[in-house]
């Protein structure tokens, strides 16, 4: 018997998608952070650095609550961003932003190490050379971190596909939209011994595409020489 | 050209206080290591502040601790060449040698660019990788880079130092020939007396932070 | 000189090796401290599981979330009057029945529905099941909303645009839910707006937080909020039935409990909740004191 036969193939193709959005939105912003981490030389970088790996430790139900209390239509920023008209709570939205914040931290990580291994006198050489900061920053230290930033995508897209705790507390379990392959697998584990059955083919899946998130962050990572 | 008077204090306590009045021409900073050749020159470059004192160079202070200045690195135009010579290893010959020319926005004519090449015998490893360079060849691009940015001052950290002999005296041969022919002013550190001697038009003594002898020798090759 | 620094080199190596080899001894040390305190705790744990009958062990209740409060409650009182501390777990019905099919050790279960109480049941064909509670299911929509649904009918209407329901596949409150709005004939225009949660109090935290609409929750639900008000009570749907279920090998303090469940004592403070305590089939009378 085939045991993906019964496969349902949307959880999947959403989980993709949100992990894809999810790890490319937050990349930026982890490049920036994991920039200033690596270089600023200020006291309060271990403050950053803890508020910015709190995701990798709180419970994600955490996380996602903290996310619902800011995102909430009365929430702080949510009542704000309701004003326009925009709300980015019990949607698909909701799941790109709770997966990109559960994830952050590790592309901030695999970026920070990549820029701390980059040759300081490299950046000299470049400025010495007439390239200002910005200039240095995008021709020299980013070409020589770029495994790093590879690395760091797919580890946020590895994590993306796992994020259940946080989106189900902002996003809810809304099939087709929200419905991400983790939250799919509790929702047909919680319908009993039927559930079991309809939840294997997906639990597949999710190891599989995990899996190859992995081996292919790490084989793009040392191919980028 | 240059008027440098600098204290530099390193958290271990070493310090470095010197005074250096630089003509155009080519200057060694010879002494052993740990006598401050190497502060000097990132003094110059702006790549660390001094605690008290101005650097200026041709009649503007690009360093001055009293009236706050501190031109950044880029804004300076002062070339360097460090210890080893820091090619970019994901740019090309090529494009390592064009990478000063287009940070500073000049043209291929403004920065001399095929003569440099000629003159260091760049052509045949424009499009090879920097991994596949030999040592002497990593030199020869790493100075055609400075050039080719067209620094009005030029700072040389023992360029040679991780050379072997041949090839050596095959780059000065080369150094001395493109700092006469673009009549580059050059600061050149080095713990070689030899060295120092055959290139430079004055040679300042340094040890443990302090000028011990200054002697501009009187040389037909001094510039301007 | 030469020899003098050859020799001092290796010295400094070697005092290196033996701080570094003590620091190992005293890590493994720590590690032997702590293995041995967790295998002597899991030993008295032991000894006190063969002393059941003396000293009395812990009733373990799973129970739905819906009964949070309440349960909490009715446990507070037990143990003052009885003295004997029950360790209750709270999720939705459908979360809990999955894990006492599997295995889950416990004494009683509280089931929201029917469904998950039989469920079990199945598992376990000598466990017995009393009727306890009854609910309603009711529309809630946030205190201050200024939507105007009077029945849920509304729901199909453009002003609402999402709906908190608890699973409606497993979830009892989910499933009841689901079942009044497909007989009202409005699952075609309502089953986009749907906003799934793990249990039901995951779908009034929605409500309160203004993250959706309305929902659909119990009745008793509403009590433990100040920030969302009733507008239609739901109908349509199975009677909201929770049985209570006790495990054939449920310890006596299980049995006690079970009994004290549905004594006149427990029943006042289900009703003082808002849930209706069904009447008791003749024949298995609780002990009434």
């Known amino acids: 018997m085939n045991p993906l036969g019964k496969l349902d193939w949307t959880p999947v193709l959403l989980s993709c998608q949100v992990a894809t959005l999810a790890a490319t939105l937050l990349l930026p912003a982890a490049i920036a952070v994991a920039w200033w ?45 309701g004003a326009m008209g925009i709300v980015l709570v019990a949607n698909w939205y909701a799941a790109v932003i709770a997966a990109a914040i559960v994830s952050f931290p590790l592309a901030v990580q695999a970026v920070k190490l990549a820029f701390r291994q980059t040759d300081r006198e490299l950046e000299n050489a470049a400025q010495t050379l007439g390239a200002g900061p910005w200039t240095t920053f995008a021709r020299i230290s980013l070409p020589l971190a770029r495994r790093g930033v590879i690395a760091g995508w797919f580890l946020a897209f590895a994590r993306s596909l796992g994020e259940f705790g946080a989106t189900i507390m902002i996003a809810g379990n809304i099939a087709g939209q929200t419905q991400t392959i983790p939250l799919a697998i509790y929702s ?31 084989w793009l990572e040392r191919r980028a020489v | 050209m240059l008027q440098f008077n600098c204290r530099y ?32 020159l990132s003094l110059i470059a702006g790549l660390i502040i001094p605690d008290r004192g101005s650097i200026i160079i041709d009649g503007t202070a690009i360093t001055d601790t009293e009236l706050r200045i501190q031109i950044p690195v880029h804004q300076r135009g002062v070339g360097m060449i460090a210890q080893t010579p820091q090619l970019f290893p994901h740019m090309t010959v090529r494009k390592n040698l064009e990478f000063g020319r287009r940070a500073r926005k000049l043209g291929f004519r403004e920065v001399d660019h095929d003569q440099l090449i000629d003159a260091l015998a760049l052509g045949p490893l424009l499009d090879r990788s920097p991994a596949t360079l030999s040592g002497g060849e990593k030199s020869r691009v790493a100075l055609g880079r400075a050039l080719a940015s067209r620094p009005r001052l030029l700072l040389m950290d023992e360029p040679l130092a991780s050379l072997d002999e041949v090839i050596k005296h095959q780059i000065l041969d080369y150094l001395a020939e493109v700092i006469s022919r673009w009549q580059v002013p050059t600061v050149f550190v080095t713990h070689n007396q030899a060295e120092a001697v055959r290139i430079a038009d004055r040679v300042v003594h340094l040890a443990a932070g302090e000028i011990v002898n200054d002697n501009p020798h009187d040389s037909e090759r001094r510039i301007g | 000189m030469r020899f003098a620094q050859s020799r001092f080199v290796p010295d400094r190596h070697e005092i290196c090796f033996r701080i570094r080899s003590k620091c190992a001894h005293r890590f493994i040390l720590a590690i032997g401290l702590v293995a041995s305190f967790l295998l002597t705790s899991c030993q008295s744990g032991k000894e006190s599981l063969l002393n059941v009958g003396h000293s009395g062990r812990n009733v373990r209740l799973y129970a739905a979330a819906s009964t949070i409060d309440v349960v909490t409650e009715i446990c507070d009182l037990y143990r003052k009057e009885a003295g004997i501390q029950v360790e209750t777990s709270f999720a939705a019905s459908s979360a809990q029945a999955a894990m006492l099919i599997q295995g889950a050790r416990a004494d009683l279960f509280l089931s929201a529905s029917v469904q998950w109480s039989e469920a079990v049941k199945q598992e376990f064909p000598n466990a017995e099941v009393v009727k306890l509670l009854g609910n309603r299911l009711v529309l809630i929509v946030p205190n201050d909303s200024k939507l105007t649904i009077q029945s849920i009918a509304d729901l199909k209407s453009a002003e609402i645009r999402k709906i908190a329901i608890a699973d409606y596949k497993s979830v009892p409150a989910g499933v009841y839910a689901k079942q009044a709005i497909d007989n009202a004939g409005l699952w075609e225009s309502v089953s986009e707006k749907l906003v799934g949660t793990m249990d039901v109090r995951q779908a009034l935290t929605m409500v309160e937080n203004g993250v959706v609409d309305c929902g659909l929750v119990y009745q008793t639900d509403v009590g433990s909020s100040q920030h969302v008000r009733v507008v239609a009570e739901v109908t349509g749907h199975d009677p909201v039935i929770y049985p209570l279920l006790l495990f054939p090998q449920a310890s006596t303090e299980g049995r006690a409990f079970f009994e004290f469940l549905q004594s006149n004592a427990a029943r006042t403070v289900f009703e003082s909740h808002g849930f209706q305590a069904l009447p008791v089939p003749s024949g298995l009378g609780p002990v009434v004191k």
């Open chain 1, 37 to 81: 981490l690596a270089r600023s030389k200020s006291p309060m970088r271990w403050l950053v650095e803890t508020v910015v790996n709190l995701p990798l430790v709180l419970p994600p139900v955490v996380t996602g609550f903290l996310l619902l209390i800011l995102f909430a239509p009365r929430g702080w920023l949510g009542s704000r961003l």
């Open chain 1, 188 to 218: 047909h584990a919680n319908s009993g011994l039927s559930g079991y059955q309809n939840a294997w083919p997906l639990v597949i899946v999710a190891i599989l595409l995990s899996f190859a998130a992995l081996l292919a962050g790490h």
């Open chain 2, 9 to 40: 204090r390193y958290a271990d306590g070493f310090s470095v206080e010197i005074g250096l009045n630089l003509e155009n021409g080519c200057t060694a900073l010879f002494g052993p290591s740990g006598s401050g050749k190497t502060t000097v």
